[in-house]
């Protein structure tokens, strides 16, 4: 067992921390005020090779492995989360499934610009009535001559306003017992019908771009169809598989960021004459916040490796999206009452920490769904 990153994921992480220290902490506290999505940001991070990380060169990407990608995640979480959630979709949730289940001509289509971050990615599932349930789906696929025709409506969709094309999955049919098929398209941004509204006024990932889709009558050709389409339910289940990881790794660095200030904060702040890092209560829930951060590290980086050599990671995704994320929101509420009123101020950036943390616990299946697949893991449903 190897518990020392390799060189060339060492060089990474140092390369991302600093990229991320100069250029996205020192913007978030106003991206978040102002809502701002950082799109220069992401221009760099494409030019660094960062939106292609986990894809082969081929592919436009750097081919880099899942630990490798799972760090970047953790550093640029560490310095904006709403950064960290655009990044983690457009990478897991916008460019994936074009590598695992595209066509070569899809491929180079439309994976190629996303890994080299010439735009992004976005993947929309959820629906107004379709949220943990996704079998609930309502928008619809229906094939005419060459061509299936889209109708339907999807919420929260993380990137579209910057995508260039979204992954929308729709009904195409029932199954031989009855079910709904569910299958994925790629649909380019600008299809006639096609439309992408981007007001949602969200408590926290600020600096992520979120929105509505709706499609009316939206055509696109049948080469469009993404992987198998009897298979569509398989495949976005494995997708979001790949997604948790990444939203535990984002979870990840929010909790170290909130952690970091913390700690500095308790070795500086006197109080009864003494530092309050000399209190033993202040010790024990730094103490813990320690602890947990490093467990959280452990499944995050367990669950990657398991990905990268092939073996099932579903449960280690889902252990570690639910450590992860709870830890986060735990560990910036604790980093906020070490700072007492200074950290219910807005420039103290521990607020902001907390409000983009508890987005963990809903994004890409809540805490309650990764107990519902844990559960199936082991045999309970
Ligand atoms: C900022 C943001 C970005 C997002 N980005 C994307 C994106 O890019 N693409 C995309 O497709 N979606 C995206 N989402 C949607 C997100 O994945 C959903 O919000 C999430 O899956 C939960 O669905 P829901 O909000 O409809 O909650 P619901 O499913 O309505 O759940 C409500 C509550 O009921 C609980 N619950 C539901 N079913 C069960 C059950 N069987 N057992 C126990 N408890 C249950 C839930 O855990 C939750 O606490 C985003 C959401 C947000 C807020």
């Not at 061509?147 to 339907?152: H, R, S, T």
């Amino acid at each position: 067992m190897e518990f020392e990153l390799t060189r060339e994921q060492q060089i990474v992480q140092d390369m991302v921390r600093d990229f991320a220290r100069r250029e996205i902490a020192p913007h978030a506290e106003k991206w978040d005020q102002e809502a701002i999505f950082p799109k220069d940001v992401f221009k760099k991070m494409g030019e660094l090779g960062l939106l292609g990380l986990p894809f082969p060169e081929q592919y436009g990407g750097s081919g880099a492995d899942t630990i490798t990608y799972a760090i970047a995640v953790e550093e640029i979480g560490r310095a904006c989360g709403g950064t960290g959630l655009s990044y983690a979709a457009a990478v897991s949730l916008g460019a994936s499934p074009l590598y695992y289940f595209g066509t070569e001509e899809q491929k180079q289509e439309f994976l190629v610009p996303l890994a080299k971050g010439e735009a992004l990615g976005a993947f929309g599932l959820t629906e107004p009535n379709a949220g943990s349930d996704a079998k609930g789906t309502r928008t619809t696929a229906v094939l005419d001559g060459d061509e299936y025709v889209l109708n339907g409506e999807k919420c929260w969709i993380t990137n579209a306003g910057y995508a260039k094309c979204v992954i929308v999955t729709a009904v195409t049919g029932e199954s031989e017992n009855g079910k709904k098929q569910i299958s994925a398209f790629i649909v380019p941004t600008g299809t006639k019908g096609f439309e992408i509204r981007c007001n949602y006024d969200k408590m926290g990932v600020r600096a992520s771009n979120t929105c509505e889709l709706v499609l009316k009558d939206v055509r696109v050709p049948k080469s469009h169809l993404l992987g198998d389409p009897s298979k569509g339910f398989k495949q976005f289940l494995f997708t979001l598989d790949g997604g948790r990881i990444s939203i535990a790794a984002l979870a990840l660095g929010i909790a170290q960021a909130a952690f970091d200030k913390a700690l500095a904060y308790a070795k500086e702040r006197k109080q009864f004459g003494q530092t309050i890092s000399s209190f033993q209560a202040i010790q024990f829930k730094l103490a813990d916040m320690a602890m947990e951060i490093e467990l959280a590290r452990n499944m995050v980086l367990k669950a990657a490796w398991l990905k990268d050599q092939k073996k099932p990671f579903s449960k280690e995704a889902a252990f570690a999206k639910l450590f992860a994320s709870e830890t986060a929101t735990k560990v910036c509420n604790q980093a906020l009452q070490i700072h007492g009123g200074y950290g219910y101020m807005r420039e103290y950036g521990i607020e902001r920490m907390l409000r983009d943390a508890k987005l963990m616990e809903i994004g890409e299946g809540t805490s309650e769904i990764q107990r519902l697949v844990i559960a199936r893991h082991l045999g309970c449903l």
